[in-house]
C-alpha cells in the first residue's frame, strides 16, 4: 500500500484557535485521512520549516490528495508538502529491477 510523508504549517488563524480551544491535531488529522479511504501511521508536531508532520499510507494517491485539499481549503494550513516513502524493501526490489535494466542504457559521452 502506498506511503506518503506529508508536512506543513499552521496558519496565524490555526494557531490562534489551538489557544482558545486546544484540540487533538492529530485525531482530527486521522478522522480527515480514514474519511479519505486512507490510513494515519503517525502524526507528529515537529521544529523546523513544518510545523507538523504525518505518516499516511492509502490505496492510492487520489483519497491522500483530495484530504489535502480539504485541509487547505479550511485555511488551517499551508505549505503542505507530500513525498511518496518506499520501505528498505521496496527498495531492494528497485535495486534488482535496475540491475536487469542496466544493459539497456548507455550513458552518455
Avoid: C
Avoid at 481549503?73 to 528498505?88: D, E, I, L, P, W
Avoid at 521496496?90 to 544493459?103: H, I, M, P, R, T
Wanted: charged share 10%.
Amino acid at each position: 500500500m502506498p506511503r506518503f510523508i506529508i508536512t506543513g504549517n499552521y496558519t496565524q488563524s490555526a494557531a490562534q484557535g489551538m489557544i482558545a480551544n486546544p484540540s487533538d491535531r492529530g485525531a482530527a488529522t486521522g478522522a480527515l485521512v480514514a474519511a479519505a479511504g486512507g490510513t494515519m501511521e503517525a502524526y507528529y508536531a515537529t521544529t523546523g520549516p513544518s510545523d507538523f508532520m504525518l505518516i499516511v499510507s492509502g490505496t492510492d494517491i487520489d483519497g491522500v490528495m483530495a484530504a489535502l485539499i480539504v485541509a487547505g481549503a479550511s485555511g488551517a494550513v499551508s505549505n503542505m508538502q507530500t513525498q511518496r516513502a518506499f520501505t528498505s524493501a521496496e527498495l531492494l526490489e528497485f535495486q534488482k529491477s535496475a540491475a536487469g535494466l542496466a544493459a539497456a542504457y548507455t550513458a552518455p559521452g
